[in-house]
């Protein structure tokens, strides 16, 4: 006589899912306005919950579809024990329609459902529709739905569940209660596991369920089906060890072990570490994935954080996640996380993981401290600041009494450098030792119209120490002046007006400011009334009395020389092609990181 068939094994995700509102765990939010909108009759006609996977949403589904038509009901705790309750805990009621939107995403399901709702449950007092991933109907089914989402029949009730609600149409948005499922803490989900295995008559590790919490990443299904996966192994107790050999995960001890080879810049010995630990079976992408999750909260304490915010490390090793945030720096840390995060992603595209973990390593390990650096390159900027040993730059001389801090005059134009070569000339601070290019600070004119991106040796932005004493404004200061002036002010606009070609005085506190031909544009934008307000505030400080700055353009001229050669036009965007191809200015570009911004034509 053959055996009996054994019953059927129902997996603990479904045997232990959620049967009342109050078993919700992470949501009680939803579960009080759910049951409250269940005493106080307030019950709408459709609902919408959004969250991630696994947080509970058609558990919830299924709890307000049993509160509504249990056999006692509608009552917000559903007995679990009549016909009704069952069958849609196991959902084969024939009035609870669980529809899967991703298979029945058509205008054809859709018509089909519309017909429907006009019959009458059969045995329960409402016909509920739930419908999982709803964002995956067409938009031609959305729109078959309105109508009858809108003003369904006194019998219908409907529940859509989603974890993408951007997609869904606003138009249905508008018509649903919508409720937000959160993610459940790791400390929720470890003592739910902690419940499943002893319910199962087994034992656990504290740390192996909360391993399997942090792994879960606010997911109670993840958690429970990893949980079912140790279970089949058939050990009466579940460790840390054994949940590590399931995940293909590196242990905290060696992962942690590897930030410290990390942080003191060994990358012989974090790539013997590597090997060992590919060696013991652990995947290398889950690996690069556990130390961007680790370097995630060492960030998080170099930050200013605590010890509870820490998402991935055991609260016992807190004091070596602080450690290695000290060590480290936030911008350093920043900087790691970034190299790890690009090999991650790569890594899902290439046949090469190890190598791309071991490129990663090696540049977390070449990293130089950032937030030193950060410090130095904010001195370097401060006026009158000391560059600090071993630097490239020098301290800038204090002021005597009687001289005037205003900018030398450019040399004239037309003329050649010292170098005699006729290329223009290039001032700045060398480059930093540790970049090999200058600090992006903003632009400063030199003296021949290019621009360093590094901070110069130039007068202090501050016009009240740009000149030592007010000196009256005269045909011969004039020039000298308005370059104290500018060099006081540090905007778009200045930069337009430091473009100019000449300056004059034609009446006591008035000063004229000309501009070539070619730059009609920058006299346009010095002229708003706004940005003429500003310069004469500037001459105002700089010569001691009220001066009034108009700007103009001069003409170009319409003739010449008669025995002179005709030239031929040339566009000052030309001009700046030819400059650019000078070797003198192509080698400023790859030393300084300067370029030319500005080309006067000669005399």
């Not at 070609?501 to 000309?514: E, F, K, M, Q, T």
């Not at 070619?518 to 010095?526: E, L, T, V």
Request: net charge negative; with cysteine; hydrophobic share 40%.
């Amino acid at each position: 006589m053959p055996e009996a068939p054994q019953s059927e094994y129902v997996v603990i995700a479904r045997r232990y899912r959620p049967r009342r509102f109050d078993e919700l765990l992470g949501q009680e939010h939803v579960g009080r306005a759910l049951a409250g909108a269940i005493t106080s009759g307030r019950v709408g006609h459709a609902y919408l919950f959004t969250g991630a996977r696994g947080v509970g949403k058609t558990s919830a589904a299924r709890i307000l579809a049993k509160a509504l038509n249990c056999e006692h009901g509608p009552t917000p705790e559903p007995c679990n024990q009549c016909d009704i309750c069952q069958s849609i805990s196991t959902g084969d009621d024939v009035d609870v329609l669980e529809i899967d939107g991703a298979s029945n995403r058509g205008i054809d399901e859709i018509r089909q459902l519309r017909q429907n709702v006009s019959v009458r449950p059969s045995r329960a007092r409402l016909k509920i529709y739930i419908i999982d991933e709803v964002h995956m109907l067409t938009r031609e089914a959305f729109n078959a739905l309105l109508k009858t989402l809108e003003e369904p029949p006194e019998h219908v009730k409907f529940i859509f569940c989603t974890t993408e609600p951007t997609k869904i149409p606003i138009t249905i948005l508008s018509r649903c209660q919508r409720f937000d499922f959160a993610g459940i803490s790791r400390e929720a989900i470890a003592g739910r596991l902690g419940q499943i295995v002893e319910a199962e008559g087994l034992q656990a590790d504290r740390d192996a369920l909360e391993l399997l919490a942090r792994r879960a990443s606010g997911s109670m299904r993840d958690s429970q089906s990893l949980l079912e996966q140790l279970l089949a192994f058939g050990s009466q107790r579940i460790t840390v060890e054994e949940v590590h050999r399931l995940l293909g995960t590196a242990d905290e001890e060696r992962l942690l072990r590897l930030i410290d080879l990390l942080v003191s810049r060994d990358a012989a010995a974090a790539l013997a570490e590597l090997d060992g630990t590919l060696n013991a079976g652990v995947d290398v992408a889950l690996l690069i994935e556990q130390l961007l999750s680790y370097l995630r909260d060492v960030m998080v304490v170099a930050a200013g954080g605590g010890s509870d915010a820490m998402m991935f490390t055991a609260p016992t090793e807190a004091d070596r996640i602080k450690q290695a945030a000290e060590q480290l720096g936030l911008s350093t840390v920043l900087a790691a996380m970034q190299i790890v995060e690009q090999a991650l992603a790569r890594m899902r595209y290439s046949t090469h993981g190890r190598i791309l973990a071991e490129l990663a390593l090696v540049r977390v390990c070449q990293l130089e401290e950032l937030d030193e650096l950060g410090e130095l390159i904010a001195q370097v900027g401060q006026p009158g600041a000391v560059p600090p040993p071993g630097r490239p730059g020098s301290p800038r001389p204090a002021l005597s009494p009687g001289h005037s801090a205003a900018p030398a005059a450019p040399p004239p134009r037309g003329k050649k450098n010292d170098s005699g070569d006729g290329a223009p000339r290039m001032t700045g601070a060398p480059p930093t030792a540790a970049t090999g290019r200058l600090p992006k600070d903003p632009p400063t004119p030199t003296s021949a119209g290019l621009t360093s991106t590094g901070p110069t040796n130039v007068a202090p932005t501050n016009t009240a120490t740009a000149v030592a004493e007010p000196t009256a404004l005269t045909a011969e200061s004039a020039e000298s002046l308005w370059r104290a002036a500018l060099s006081g002010l540090a905007t778009t606009t200045a930069n337009h007006a430091r473009k100019f070609d000449r300056v004059s005085v034609p009446a006591p506190g008035r000063l004229v400011v000309h501009f070539a031909p070619d730059y009609a544009f920058a006299k346009s934008i010095c002229s708003h009334p706004s940005h003429i307000a500003r310069f004469e505030q500037a001459m105002a400080e700089v010569a001691g009395q009220a001066v009034r700055v108009e700007f103009e353009a001069d003409e170009a001229p319409t003739g010449g020389v008669p025995d002179a050669p005709a030239r031929t036009r040339v566009s000052p965007q030309q001009r700046m092609i030819e400059i650019t191809k000078h070797p003198m200015v192509h080698r400023a570009n790859e030393l300084f990181g300067a370029m030319p911004t500005r080309v006067d034509a000669p005399y």
